[in-house]
Nanobody
Framework: QVQLVESGGGSVQAGGSLTLSCAYS????????LAWFRQPPGEERERVVC???????TYDHSVRGRFTISRDRGKKTLYLQMGSLKPEDTAMYYC?????????????????WGRGTQVTVSS
């Protein structure tokens, strides 16, 4: 059974930084795409970034250059380093896994979700 557990959310001021972590288990990370999605208040869940089994990455244009996805395969942990945070980055952030052979774009592509961690950016 795939399990994803996020941590590291919090409240920061605009311009600040946060690093989210996602401990994963029950999946083969040489086969699964991993991703971070977010859901702002009152809006739909959207993909932020994904990382392929071969470590190539795809970023949403809104975070490119500010956010960095990485992972430690030995620790089975996925990271999202977030810098130059903006109030519009405020959202619940979710770790996600998909075994579909391409970078998941839609929540419908996702096979397993974490419970999420809240990020709040104040101006």
């Amino acid at each position: 059974q795939v399990q994803l557990v996020e941590s590291g959310g919090g409240s920061v001021q605009a311009g600040g930084s946060l690093t989210l972590s996602c401990a994963y288990s029950g999946l083969d990370d040489s086969e699964f795409w991993l991703a971070w999605f977010r859901q702002p208040p009152g809006e739909e869940r959207e993909r932020v970034v994904c990382i392929a089994p071969g470590d190539s990455t795809t970023y949403d244009h809104s975070v490119r250059g500010r956010f960095t996805i990485s992972r430690d395969r030995g620790k089975k942990t996925l990271y999202l380093q977030m810098g130059s945070l903006k109030p519009e980055d405020t959202a619940m952030y979710y770790c996600a896994a998909a075994n579909i052979g391409f970078c998941p774009l839609s929540p419908a592509n996702i096979g397993a979700w974490g419970r999420g961690t809240q990020v709040t950016v104040s101006s």
